[in-house]
């Protein structure tokens, strides 16, 4: 069935070091994907979205390719801030329902 | 700021009360979705309503009663909750669109604590 795969957290970084979050998934198809940040205390924001192979997403500095030869949506961000500390999920549409399939999170710590 | 409005965003409750979630959107979608998400946990889905009808029920004990008045709101009642039940219930809305799936939008939630 359809899943994504994060890395374990938490990922623990100096401000202004490179960031990369993994994410692999398996699907029917060639869903869209999805990275979702959250920050302490809210809800779930869409950081960044891709809806076909080679695509591109891009949002606040953080860059993602969705990768059909290696099912692969990578989070990559080339400068961290404190303020990008939170928790980044993965995500993929279950084919042809509404629902969305998430990875276990990733929790990214940066310090000053 | 989010587009997704839930009320109220802390609530702590008995295990014999009855309450009541809401959350509005202004942003013409509908679709409208609950969430409960435990501590350092993905979201898990609890219900969908599609065009003000439910579309997925995953299984949710019927101390949970969804219901969608209109387009705009949705709401979760609550009654004889377990402590189990506690976590941060998040709501969130989109487009349906199954052949092209577009993101969906969260609010911050309401955090549940049941004494």
């Known amino acids: 069935g359809d899943s994504v795969t994060q890395m374990e957290g938490p990922v623990t970084l100096s401000e202004e070091a490179f960031l990369t979050i993994n994410c692999t998934y398996t699907?029917?198809?060639?869903?869209?994907l999805f990275w979702y940040v959250q920050y302490p205390g809210e809800g779930l924001q869409l950081l960044l979205k891709?809806?076909?192979?080679?695509d591109k997403g891009s949002n606040k500095g953080f860059e993602a390719t969705y990768r059909k030869e290696t099912t692969s949506f990578h989070l990559e961000k080339g400068s961290v801030q404190v303020s990008d500390s939170a928790v980044y999920f993965c995500?993929?549409?279950?084919?042809?329902?509404?629902?969305?399939?998430f990875g276990t999170g990733t929790r990214l710590q940066v310090f000053p | 700021d989010t587009e997704v409005t839930q009320t109220p965003k802390h609530l702590v409750m008995g295990m014999t009360n009855k309450k009541s979630l809401k959350c509005e959107q202004h942003?013409?979608?509908?679709?409208m979705y609950w969430y409960k998400q435990k501590a350092k946990k993905p979201p898990e889905l609890m219900f969908v309503?599609?065009?003000?009808?439910?579309?997925i029920n995953e299984s949710v004990p019927s101390r949970f009663s969804p219901e969608c008045p209109n387009s705009s709101l949705l709401n979760l009642h609550l009654h004889a909750l377990q402590p189990e039940d506690s976590a941060l219930y998040l709501c969130?809305?989109?487009?349906?669109?199954?052949?092209?799936?577009?993101?969906?939008?969260f609010g911050d939630g309401t955090r549940l604590s049941i004494l």
């Open positions: 969130a809305s989109s487009q349906p669109d199954r052949a092209s799936p577009q993101p969906q939008h």
């Open positions: 699907a029917t198809g060639y869903p869209s």
């Open positions: 309503y599609s065009y003000e009808k439910l579309s």
């Open positions: 942003m013409g979608h509908r679709a």
């Open positions: 891709a809806t076909k192979a080679d």
């Open positions: 995500a993929l549409p279950r084919y042809n329902t509404d629902k969305l399939i």
